[in-house]
């Protein structure tokens, strides 16, 4: 339980030092794209290739990486038919692709980091 505290008091301080950056300019529209650019191409295949690395491995190791595959593309699938049935009243085709996206994978990059 203490982890996940942890974990989620990171995710607010990081949520927090954004949200000021924003505000005082010292990001703008231009860097944020260029952030999120740098962490999808090189900070996140980096954290893949350090978790390959660094890890021990075992047969216990690889069921359980298994499992946890089958459950997280479980969990995508169900969350995608829930995002599919949450924007049929929408009318804007495009809104709608871009609003199931986002509930689908919100949170997905943030995983890696914490």
């Given at each position: 339980m203490r982890?996940?505290?942890e974990?989620?008091a990171?995710?607010?301080?990081?949520?927090?030092?954004g949200?000021?950056?924003?505000?005082?300019?010292?990001?703008?529209?231009?860097?944020s794209?260029?952030?999120?650019?740098t962490?999808l191409?090189?900070?996140q295949p980096?954290?893949?290739?350090?978790?390959?690395?660094t890890n021990?491995?075992?047969?216990?190791?690889?069921k359980?990486?298994?499992?946890v595959?089958?459950?997280?593309i479980i969990?995508h699938?169900?969350?995608?038919v829930?995002?599919?049935?949450?924007?049929?009243?929408?009318?804007?085709?495009?809104?709608?692709?871009?609003?199931?996206v986002?509930?689908?994978?919100?949170?997905c990059?943030?995983?890696?980091?914490?």
């Open positions: 982890g996940l505290i974990t989620v990171l995710m607010f301080v990081y949520l927090a030092v949200f000021i950056a924003r505000k005082t300019g010292l990001i703008t529209d231009t860097s794209k260029s952030l999120s650019k962490i191409c090189v900070t980096f954290m893949l290739v350090n978790a390959i690395m021990e491995y075992s047969e216990e190791k690889l359980s990486f298994g499992i595959l089958i459950i997280g969990v699938a169900v969350g995608a829930i995002a599919m049935l949450s924007v049929l009243w929408m009318k804007d085709q495009e809104e709608r692709r871009i609003s199931e986002a509930m689908v994978f919100a949170n990059g943030l995983d890696g980091l914490t």
